[in-house]
């Protein structure tokens, strides 16, 4: 069995990673996102607000990353939702629906015990790039 190629992606209008990761990994005709969390990409500190503005940094922060990866949003096949607590699912759910508009990856949304820097969002996907 061969190794697929991969070629990993960084880009500083997102933030850096908080540990020993790729922001992205390319494999074939897919871009690999790892978690996006609200965090400044200016400061590297999480956005004040709650729940609601730590949505809204992350996902930019994703897209940023796609982007430099050769990608964009309408190219996303699947996303995971990670949540501190499912009662911001609601809130959590409209700004995903702004953000993504008319296109409707596939999903999973989970709550989670706790997530890096004790952040209330983060997001994964994986894009195609053709």
């Given at each position: 069995?061969?190794?697929?190629?991969?070629?990993?992606?960084?880009?500083?209008?997102?933030?850096?990673?908080?540990?020993?990761?790729?922001?992205?990994?390319?494999?074939?005709?897919?871009?690999?996102?790892?978690?996006?969390?609200?965090?400044?990409?200016?400061?590297?500190?999480?956005?004040?607000?709650?729940?609601?503005?730590?949505?809204?940094?992350?996902?930019?922060?994703?897209?940023?990353?796609?982007?430099?990866?050769?990608?964009?949003?309408?190219?996303?096949?699947?996303?995971?939702?990670?949540?501190?607590?499912?009662?911001?699912?609601?809130?959590?759910?409209?700004?995903?629906?702004?953000?993504?508009?008319?296109?409707?990856?596939?999903?999973?949304?989970?709550?989670?015990?706790?997530?890096?820097?004790?952040?209330l969002f983060e997001i994964e996907c994986i894009a195609s790039?053709?």
């Amino acid at each position: 069995m061969s190794t697929p190629s991969t070629h990993a992606s960084l880009t500083p209008v997102a933030t850096t990673t908080v540990g020993p990761y790729n922001q992205a990994i390319k494999v074939g005709d897919l871009l690999f996102l790892s978690g996006s969390l609200g965090l400044d990409p200016s400061t590297g500190k999480m956005v004040d607000g709650g729940v609601q503005t730590q949505t809204e940094q992350a996902l930019k922060n994703m897209e940023a990353v796609l982007i430099a990866g050769g990608s964009e949003l309408g190219k996303v096949v699947k996303t995971t939702v990670f949540l501190a607590s499912m009662d911001d699912f609601v809130v959590v759910n409209g700004i995903y629906s702004a953000f993504f508009g008319n296109h409707k990856p596939a999903r999973s949304a989970v709550q989670v015990a706790r997530l890096p820097l004790n952040a209330l969002f983060e997001i994964e996907c994986i894009a195609s790039l053709t």
